[in-house]
C-alpha cells in the first residue's frame, strides 16, 4: 500500500528555516517523480518543487527558487524540503506526492500526481 507521511511542519519567524520530511511506504521514489505543493487559505493547491523521475533532476516555481531545496535519500526512502529565508507567504499546508507519469513541463501541476501525504502546516509569523 502506497503511503506518504509528512512531518516538521510548524511555526516560523519570517527569514528563518525549516525542514520538511516526507516519508515514502509501498514503493520506492526512484519509481516516481516526487514532489511538493501547497494549499494556503482559500487558494489553489500550488506546485512548490519536484525531483523528475526520468533524469533526477530538480525543478521549482519561481516563488521558491534560491531560498528552497528539494532533495531525497533513498536509503531512508524520503523527500525533504529544505526552507530558508521563509516568508509569510510560505505559510500553508505543505503536501508531498508521487506520479508515475508527471510531465516535465507541468510538474507543478497537482493532476499529474497519483499519491498524496495529509500535509503538514507551515505558518510563518512574528
Known amino acids: 500500500q502506497v503511503q506518504l507521511v509528512e512531518s516538521g511542519g510548524g511555526l516560523v519567524q519570517p527569514g528563518g528555516s525549516l525542514r520538511l520530511s516526507c516519508a515514502a511506504s509501498g514503493f520506492t521514489l526512484d519509481d516516481y517523480t516526487i514532489g511538493w505543493f501547497r494549499q494556503a487559505p482559500g487558494k489553489e493547491r500550488e506546485g512548490v518543487s519536484s525531483i523528475m523521475r526520468n533524469d533526477g533532476s530538480t525543478r521549482y516555481v519561481d516563488s521558491v527558487k534560491g531560498r528552497f531545496t528539494i532533495s531525497r535519500d533513498n536509503a531512508k526512502n524520503t523527500l525533504y524540503l529544505q526552507m530558508s529565508n521563509v516568508k509569510p507567504e510560505d505559510t500553508a499546508v505543505y503536501y508531498c506526492?508521487?506520479?508515475?507519469?508527471?510531465?516535465?513541463?507541468?510538474?507543478?501541476?497537482?493532476?499529474?500526481?497519483?499519491?498524496w501525504g495529509q500535509g503538514t502546516q507551515v505558518t510563518v509569523s512574528s
Open positions: 506526492a508521487a506520479g508515475r507519469q508527471t510531465s516535465y513541463t507541468y510538474f507543478d501541476r497537482p493532476e499529474e500526481y497519483d499519491y
